[in-house]
Nanobody
């Protein structure tokens, strides 16, 4: 089993920055990638960024150049979000991907508003 706990969300003005953290515990050796997803009200959950066990990263086009996913050893995954826009408002979820299944965190709210 793998547990993931997100933190770092909040209210920020347009153009501002936030850093989300995803603390990973349990059978972390089983994960081959960790991803950040987000879900806005009335919308489907969408993939934002992924980082693999070898450090490769991938981003959805709408956040390229503004968001950065990184990892502090195997226990914490970050999402640095700069130049935030109102359309980035959503609940952000961390997901751990393993060969035997996947694991979700509980989510953290990010609101971008003046």
């Amino acid at each position: 089993q793998v547990q993931l706990v997100e933190s770092g969300g909040g209210l920020v003005q347009p153009g501002g920055s936030l850093r989300l953290s995803c603390a990973v515990s349990g059978s972390i050796f089983s994960l081959y990638a960790t991803a950040w997803f987000r879900q806005a009200p009335g919308e489907q959950r969408e993939l934002v960024a992924t980082i693999t066990s070898d450090g490769s990263t991938n981003y959805v086009d709408s956040v390229k150049g503004r968001f950065t996913i990184s990892r502090d050893n195997a226990k914490t995954v970050y999402l640095q979000m700069n130049s935030l826009k109102p359309e980035d408002t959503a609940v952000y979820y961390c997901k751990g991907l393993a060969t035997v299944g996947s694991y979700w965190g509980q989510g953290t709210q990010v609101t971008v508003s003046s």
